[in-house]
């Protein structure tokens, strides 16, 4: 079975670890979001890819859900020493290295995709994972300060200000001329199965679907196509979803997001056991929807998900 | 009083220590190497100008002479891990950062004078310190190798091969089109006294003076140039000298250098105690001549090499 996985970070990156224990002979493809994307130090960091990588890899910081298990921070106190920054950002000794071959491989003229093969070779996520475009594409949040409205980068907006502001907009920049990467719509015409997991539906999914053609091959693939709430209880299972929903005029309900995400898009759709109240409303939208339990606890809990997942997709497909 | 020093890595920051204690008061400027430059991981890596850099500053690893104190290689074990090299150049986790910081600055525009003035803001080393050039030098070594051969970049012969193998040539690639950094050729012009430490006079004191312009500046200047012998009995006092010395003809002696230097170049000349037979040899190429004792121990040791090389700049200014 060929499955497509559209990831973002850490919700997505978990996700994927319950789905490979779930479906162990499938084949997965992560189509992973790049508009998180940043150039820090001269160094291009790309945290949900690397979410991804080193989530299945092995490398993951467990109780933090990103950068690297067992991690120092040399450097990044040595750059503030020469008074460079931003602090904000927490880069590793560990993760440094991956984004030192990453940028040293891209000026080489080597695609996004290639250099994420090429990490991969490393860390083996058994999966392949691909980036959702080798152009870049560089999700802004604009907010208002002091009356004034001003645009920041996503990064900025959600770990320098914890979304302590309202979002309003979010705009992936240079999505509308970026081209999905190779191998990405090759993999959603003939995937068995479309998964949307738990990833952020405005800056995660959002973006991957904003590259132009891949809402389209989504849409118009023969695969059913199924996602998970992240929003669980009308709050975000984490992260600060909510902020961002706003800003797309998409309230935070397990439904809305649903309705969202609309059934040009998704053939099911899976929420909480305390959402089940939403059934209803999803399925008169006209997308199969089913109550189950939706706490990524652990890889145990997250398995069954996914097996909820495909399940629901083998009754919608008929 | 104003000094100019032509300094390579190790020995002339040692030297510099030393200098800065014999002449608390003076304003140095020290003209640095670039030809050891050398781009590793996608970053710009300045070997001898982050000696002068990091010994002067306090940073310096004093054992052995490069590198930080207190360094770890977590980055460098990570880069390994994703099979990227080279693992022969020590760059520890404190080193990186000043490699990153150069990098970034270098291509935000900056040239290297600007970034290296911008680093030691931290560093204070207590000299204006100069890169030779603005410009790219590069210093290449000829070898043979099972009869053929091929140039390889200097630190790949002097830290990968230890010099193991005869240098054919030393040739500073791109010299002859490289201009000297701002404010060589006025230090040069304006200083009352020009040092030659006991840096290595080929890759090191010679790849300065192979920029146009310096070594006529240095012949044209009205201030006493004095230098001390690398060599201290025949031997290179540290390092693998002899090496290149062999390669532009040149005997590992404290004579042979001075006549390498010539008259044209040098006023005064200190060597060794040991080598006190040589005075008169030296003093017969028109180069005023005494032999002190020449091992760097300490600061204290050093500190009197420079004192003695004042002293005999007083004598040869007459």
């Keep these: 079975m060929r499955i497509v996985v559209l990831a973002g ?7 994927l670890r319950g789905l490979r224990r779930a479906a ?3 084949e997965i493809t992560v189509v992973g979001n790049t508009g998180d994307d940043i150039h820090l130090f001269g160094l291009k960091v790309c945290p949900d890819l690397d979410t991804v990588m080193y989530t299945l890899g092995g490398g993951i ?15 990044k106190e040595e750059l503030a020493a020469y008074g460079v920054g931003p602090e904000w950002f927490g880069l590793g000794d ?17 695609p996004l995709s290639a250099v994420t093969e090429a990490l991969c070779a490393r860390w ?27 645009a920041v980068h996503f990064q900025e907006y959600w770990v320098k200000l914890r979304a302590s502001v309202d979002a309003k907009a979010v705009v992936p920049v240079g999505a509308e001329a970026a081209k999905p990467a190779p191998g990405v719509l090759e993999a959603i015409a003939e995937a ?16 991957i679907l904003a590259v132009p053609g891949i809402r389209e ?3 118009a693939a023969a695969a059913p196509v199924v996602g998970l709430s992240p929003i669980v209880g009308d709050a975000p299972v984490r992260g600060m979803a909510d902020k961002v929903l706003a800003a797309v005029g998409v309230e935070s309900t397990a439904a809305a997001v649903a309705r969202h995400y609309g059934s040009e898009l998704l053939d099911g759709w899976l929420v909480d056991t305390v959402d089940a ?23 145990d809990a997250t398995a069954a998900m996914a097996r909820a997942a495909l399940e629901l997709a083998e009754e919608v497909r008929g």
């Design 61 to 75: 910081d467990e109780e933090q859900g990103w950068g690297r298990a067992d991690e120092s921070f040399t450097v």
């Design 9 to 15: 970070g850490i919700g997505g990156a978990r996700f």
């Design 124 to 150: 083996q996520p058994g999966v392949r994972l691909l980036p959702m475009s080798d152009d870049r594409v560089e999700t802004h949040v604009a907010i208002e300060v002091d009356g004034e409205r001003r």
């Design 94 to 110: 560990r993760d440094f290295a991956t984004h030192i071959v990453r940028t040293q491989m891209l000026a080489a003229g080597y």
């Design 24 to 26: 162990p002979d499938a």
């Design 217 to 219: 091959a989504v849409a």
């Design 277 to 299: 109240g939403a059934v209803a409303d999803v399925e008169a939208a006209g997308i199969a929807c089913r109550a189950v339990p939706l706490m990524m606890t652990d890889v």
């Design 192 to 207: 068995d199965l479309i998964l949307f997991p738990p990833s952020n539906p405005v800056v995660s999914v959002g973006t």
